[in-house]
C-alpha cells in the first residue's frame, strides 16, 4: 500500500543535470576534449528502451531481442530502472511531449510488440551524453564547458549533458559531528549523492541510529528529496529533510566547490534547504542529523476491498480522526482502502485504542488488520515497505496541496474535502501524513514553504497517459491535472504545494503540478524573492535552469519546448 508518489518518492538518487546544447552542436572536438578532461569517463546514452526497436532516431537498426527481454521483465521495476542510465520513472520525462519524440514501451503490457511496430525510437528528453561522476572536478569540469559554450543547464532538455553520480556511494557516521566553521557537534550521517535510502537505512542501523528519509528504497539521500523539502512518515514528530541537514558539499553553477551550511555559505545553504534541486548547484553530499538511538515504532496497518460507497464511509473516517491522530504523531500513507502508519510517541496499548474507529470500521467490511510494535525504522521498513514498491515506468501526472489543520477543525471543512473527492471521479487519491505537525522547526531556518508547518495532510490527485497517447490526449490529461489542482486550491485557498524534484539515479519525479498556477507562492510562499536573489548570486548565467525552478526563464524559452501548451 505504498504511495503513488513517494516521499517526493521512489527510487535511486544520483542528482542529474541535463545541460541543453543551445549554441553549440556536437562537434567532436568538444566531446573529445570533454571526455579527456574526465577520464573517459564521458559516455553515450540511448533511451532505456531503444533495444526493443528495430529504429533510433530515423535509422534502421537491428532489434537486440536478448537485451530488449530483460528490459521487458524489469521495465516496471523500479529497482532496475535506477541501475540503468537513460530513463524515468515516470516515462513522459523521458521523451519530448509536444512532438511526441520518444522511446516507451506500453506499461500495461511491456511485451506488446504494438508499441515498437507502431510508433519509432527518438532520443526525445533522454541526455545523449552523460559523465559518470567520481569527484566534484568532473562536476566542474562538466559546468566549465557549459559556460565556455554559452551552454544553458537544466533538468531535463533535447541535446543534454547528464551528471551521472551514482558512484558517489559512500557513507559514514559521526557521534560528534561539526559543522565546517561551527563549534556545536551533532550525531550525524554523511551521505553520498549516489546512495539510495535503503542503504543509507541499513546502515543507520547498523549503527543504531535513526535517520529520516524517504519512503522509497529507491530514493536518493542526498538528491531533490533533501533539497525540494524532504517529507516522511518520521516527519510529523522529526521533521522535514531540510529541517535536520546539517552540511551539504557541492559545486555551484560558478565552478567552486562549496561546503553549506548555517556558518559557512549560510545564504547557499538556507536556498538549498527547501528551494529546490536542480538549481543552486550539483550537490555531492550531505550531512544530517540522526536520533542517537534505533527508535521503536508502533505500526498500524489495515485495508479492505472498498466500494465507492465504502471508500467514501472510509475517507470521512479518516478525516474525523485527522486531528487526533496528528496529535498522537502518526504518520503514514491513507487511501480509500487502508492505510499503513507509524507513530514513535505512544505504546502499543495507546496505539490500539487511538485507532480502534479505523479498526472496527475495517473489521465490519472483512479487512485485514495489524498493529505491532517494531524495533526500529528500518524493521518497518524491511517488513512493509520494501515488499511493497509500486511499479514504475507510466505517466503519471500529479497535483498536491498542503491540508492545514484549520479544515478539519469543522464539519464543514471536512465536508469540503469528500466533496471534491466525489467531484474528480477518475482521479487516483493518496493522502500522506507526512507533515511536520509536532516538530519544532526554528522558523525561517528553512526555505520551504511555510504551509508545511501547519498542514496534517499532504494530498496528491492526478491523472495519466499512455505509451500512445496523441497530443490532444496528453494535454487533456494535463487540464483534468489541472481541475484537480483547481479543486484542491479551492479547499486550501492559503495553503501550498509541495515542489520536490526527486532524483533515482538518472529517474526523477515531482509531486507538484507541472501547470501550477502562481508557483513561486505555492511551492515556496514568501521566500521566492529572497530564493530569486541567491539563484542570481551563484548562478548569474543561468546554467541551472528548469522548468518553474527558482529563476525559471519561462515557457517561451527553447529549453521549454517539450511541455506541451495546456490552457
Known amino acids: ?11 535511486y538518487t544520483v542528482f542529474l543535470l541535463f545541460v541543453s546544447v543551445v549554441k553549440t552542436t556536437e562537434s567532436a572536438p568538444n566531446w573529445n576534449t570533454l571526455n579527456e578532461t574526465v577520464g573517459g569517463r564521458l559516455h553515450k546514452a540511448k533511451p532505456f528502451s531503444s533495444p526493443c526497436f528495430p529504429d533510433f532516431d530515423g535509422i534502421s537498426v537491428p532489434r537486440n531481442k536478448a537485451a530488449c527481454k530483460i528490459i521487458e521483465d524489469n521495465y516496471l521495476n523500479a529497482t532496475y530502472r535506477s541501475s540503468q542510465f537513460g530513463n524515468f520513472m515516470n516515462t513522459q520525462w523521458e521523451s519530448c511531449m509536444s512532438t511526441s519524440a520518444q522511446c516507451t514501451l506500453d506499461s500495461s503490457d511491456p511485451s506488446d510488440s504494438l508499441a515498437w511496430t507502431e510508433l519509432p525510437c527518438d532520443q526525445g528528453s533522454i541526455a545523449p551524453y552523460y559523465i559518470d561522476v567520481q569527484n566534484y572536478e568532473d562536476v566542474q569540469a562538466a559546468l566549465a564547458f557549459s559556460r565556455t559554450t554559452e551552454v544553458p543547464c537544466r533538468s531535463s532538455t533535447i541535446g543534454s549533458l547528464g551528471l551521472w553520480t551514482r558512484n558517489l556511494d559512500k557513507i559514514s557516521y559521526n557521534a560528534s559531528f561539526v559543522p565546517v566553521g561551527g563549534s556545536q557537534p551533532f550525531p550525524a550521517m554523511t551521505i553520498g549523492a549516489g546512495v539510495p535510502w535503503v542503504d543509507a537505512y541499513s546502515f543507520a542501523d547498523a ?13 536518493g539521500a542526498s538528491g531533490g528529496w533533501i533539497m525540494g523539502g524532504g517529507h516522511s512518515v518520521l516527519s510529523p514528530t522529526l521533521g522535514l529533510g531540510v529541517d535536520r541537514v546539517l552540511e551539504y558539499k557541492l559545486v555551484t553553477p560558478d565552478g567552486e566547490y562549496r561546503t553549506a551550511n548555517a556558518h559557512t555559505n549560510s545564504d547557499l545553504f538556507w536556498a538549498l534547504r527547501g528551494g529546490g534541486g536542480g538549481t543552486f548547484g550539483v550537490v555531492l553530499e550531505s550531512t544530517s542529523m540522526v536520533e542517537p538511538m534505533a527508535i521503536p515504532l508502533q505500526v498500524a496497518s489495515v485495508s479492505f476491498n472498498s466500494t465507492t460507497e465504502t471508500g467514501l464511509q472510509f475517507l470521512r473516517l479518516l478525516t474525523n480522526n485527522s486531528l487526533q491522530w ?21 505504546t502499543l496499548e495507546e496505539a490500539q485504542a487511538s485507532m480502534q474507529n479505523a479498526v472496527d470500521f475495517v473489521q465490519t467490511q472483512n479487512g485485514t488488520v495489524v498493529i505491532e510494535t517494531l524495533p526500529s525504522w528500518f524493521a518497518f521498513f524491511a517488513k512493509y515497505t520494501i515488499p511493497a514498491q509500486t511499479a514504475v515506468g507510466s505517466a503519471d501526472l500529479a497535483a498536491s496541496r498542503l491540508i492545514p489543520y484549520s479544515l478539519f477543525e469543522t464539519q464543514e471543512g471536512r465536508d469540503s474535502f469528500i466533496q471534491l473527492v466525489t467531484s ?4 487516483f487519491l493518496e493522502i500522506d501524513v507526512v507533515t511536520p505537525f509536532l516538530y519544532n522547526a526554528t522558523e525561517n531556518s528553512t526555505s520551504v514553504t511555510p504551509a508545511w508547518r501547519n498542514a496534517v495532510w499532504h494530498v496528491l490527485m492526478g491523472s495519466e497517459f499512455v505509451w500512445n497517447s496523441t497530443l490532444a490526449e496528453k494535454v487533456a490529461a494535463f487540464e483534468f491535472t489541472n481541475n484537480c489542482t483547481a479543486g484542491l486550491i479551492s479547499i486550501a485557498p492559503n495553503s501550498g504545494a509541495y515542489m520536490c524534484l526527486t532524483t533515482h539515479f ?25 530564493l530569486l536573489a541567491i539563484k542570481h548570486r551563484y548562478d548569474p548565467l ?14 517561451d524559452d527553447s529549453r521549454s519546448r517539450c511541455y506541451p501548451r495546456v490552457d
Request: proline share 3%; aromatic share 14%; with cysteine.
Open 207 to 219: 549503527n543504531n541510529v535513526t535517520i529520516v528519509g524517504g519512503y522509497s528504497e529507491t530514493v
Open 542 to 555: 543561468g546554467l541551472l535552469d528548469c522548468w518553474k525552478c527558482v529563476g525559471w526563464k519561462g515557457v
Open 326 to 346: 496528528a496529535q498522537e504523531g502518526w504518520g503514514g500513507h491513507l487511501t480509500s482502502s487502508g492505510f499503513i502508519s507509524v507513530t514513535p510517541l505512544l
Open 506 to 530: 538518472f529517474l526523477f519525479q515531482n509531486e507538484a503540478n507541472v501547470y501550477e498556477p502562481n508557483y513561486e507562492q505555492s511551492f515556496w510562499g514568501g521566500n521566492y524573492d529572497r
Open 424 to 427: 474528480l471521479p477518475g482521479s
Open 1 to 11: 500500500m505504498l504511495s503513488l508518489y513517494q516521499s517526493c518518492m521512489l527510487s
